[in-house]
């Protein structure tokens, strides 16, 4: 490996306009449009209600994409949105928000959709191959999550061209295949059964505070991934225009992906029975279409799960990488690799974080930790807009947030509201996530060398690339 020097130069964009694209949409399309629906379900009793949930996060997700596409488009360097945070609040804040994820956000993503598909998808699509590993006295589920974590973070050690190439596949067809199956279930079969029968014999009407936060946890948990992008702006070609595009565009494709599907799984199921199915797609598929469809279904969604987790690999390496670069993760970690230009150490420290977190929590608890975590980073990321504009008023801006100020604002409230119940309900998720955050801003204080405020900006503004022409 070699020592980095912000090798950000138009010759080291490896990825285009689609694999970009690719990337939100496939960290956006995880084992969380499949797992959430019945969690939001249980909380909530009409499809109305139901169905208004998964608009609110999708609404919640592009308000919170539009944003970052103003701080990506400013200053396209990998690392995601710690330059950003540097620039706003200060290297402290920055340093909490980095480390936090770096212990939750990326490798719990990572652990969660591993386990995820090491539960539901994998013992459908292998069989009795599933239960090798019992064998050896391992458990078959930890032995596939490790097996995907580790061989994902391999395929991104060899290079992000690579990786990249892969997630177009890896998305494009799942996505594809599944928004025509959905169409064609809703075409042949309308809506007369499943939930919407009892649409007209139970009152819709609007959830407790509580209830709608509860519900919209495991829904924001669905919807991350809308920022992916930004993680690798240094790799993106044309990233003024392209950047935003991929934000944007991949939120949106999502959403409606989303809706579409959340319609389909209430024409299958009642929204008593769908609170109970746990795995919504294979259960809809073995429903419908019996072993063959709930089979290739399932492929289908193996696909996307891959898809997802490989996005999430590639961009949370990157995180480690910057702040490497600002001395404040091990300095190895501010390396590339000599041939593949990828940042090993990062790619590696994250596989290992994400495999302990698997060992340690429950599939439910590691998607509750990671989400209050997400909410944390993301309110502090997207409000980041509005101290920029202030703090940093003449600074080119390729792209301007659409809606400012209203789309980060109503982004934070909504975060807020959810961050609230937690804190009120002791959620122990939130409580360690919060943890993490202030002991990493402590320790920064207490034992990191702090510049000042003038020194960091012009420290950040010159690694980040922001005063390029």
Request: hydrophobic share 55%; glycine share 12%; net charge positive.
């Amino acid at each position: 490996m070699v020592a980095v020097r912000d090798p950000h130069h138009e010759d080291a964009r490896a990825l285009g306009s689609l694999p970009a694209l690719a990337l939100v949409a496939g960290s956006m399309l995880g084992i969380g449009i499949f797992i959430a629906p019945p969690v939001v379900a249980a909380q909530l009793d009409h499809p109305g209600t139901f169905l208004a949930m998964w608009i609110v996060g999708g609404l919640s997700a592009l308000f919170g994409a539009l944003a970052v596409a103003e701080l990506g488009a400013m200053m396209p360097r990998a690392g995601g949105d710690y330059p950003y945070l540097r620039l706003a609040y200060g290297p402290g804040t920055a340093f909490g928000v980095g480390w936090l994820q770096l212990l939750a956000i990326f490798p719990g993503s990572l652990a969660t959709m591993a386990v995820g598909t090491a539960s539901f998808q994998l013992p459908v699509v292998l069989g009795p191959y599933y239960e090798l590993p019992a064998q050896l006295g391992l458990s078959p589920m930890m032995f596939w999550a490790f097996a995907i974590i580790i061989g994902l973070t391999a395929l991104n050690h060899v290079g992000v061209a690579v990786s990249g190439r892969a997630q177009v596949v890896l998305t494009g067809i799942p996505v594809l295949v599944l928004l025509a199956a959905s169409v064609g279930v809703l075409v042949t079969q309308g809506t007369e059964g499943g939930a919407w029968a009892t649409s007209s014999t139970t009152a819709m009407h609007a959830p407790g505070i509580e209830a709608a936060a509860m519900a919209f946890l495991p829904v924001y948990f669905a919807y991350s991934g809308w920022n992916a992008a930004i993680f690798v702006g240094g790799e993106i070609r044309n990233p003024s225009r392209n950047l935003p595009r991929a934000l944007v565009g991949g939120t949106l494709g999502v959403t409606a992906l989303y809706f579409i599907l959340c319609v389909g799984f209430l024409d299958v199921f009642p929204m008593s029975d769908l609170a109970n199915v746990g795995e919504v797609g294979t259960a809809a598929a073995g429903t419908l279409f019996g072993r063959i469809g709930e089979l290739g279904v399932t492929l289908l969604i193996l696909l996307a799960m891959l898809g997802s987790i490989n996005g999430t690999v590639l961009t949370g390496s990157r995180i480690a990488y910057s702040m490497a670069r600002h001395g404040h993760c091990p300095g190895s970690a501010g390396r590339l690799h000599s041939r593949f230009r990828t940042p090993v150490v990062g790619l590696w420290m994250q596989a290992a974080v994400a495999m302990v977190l698997v060992l340690m929590q429950k599939f439910e608890q590691l998607m509750n930790y990671t989400s209050a975590a997400m909410l944390i980073t993301g309110t502090l990321t997207v409000m980041a807009v509005v101290i920029l504009r202030r703090k940093m008023p003449d600074t080119k801006r390729p792209y301007r947030a659409w809606g400012y100020p209203f789309t980060p604002v109503l982004y934070a409230l909504s975060s807020l509201v959810v961050l609230a119940v937690l804190a009120h309900n002791l959620d122990p998720s939130l409580a360690l996530a919060a943890i993490w955050f202030v002991g990493a801003i402590v320790v920064h204080h207490l034992f990191l060398r702090r510049r000042s405020p003038a020194q960091s900006i012009a420290a950040t503004m010159a690694s980040s690339g922001a005063t390029d022409g």
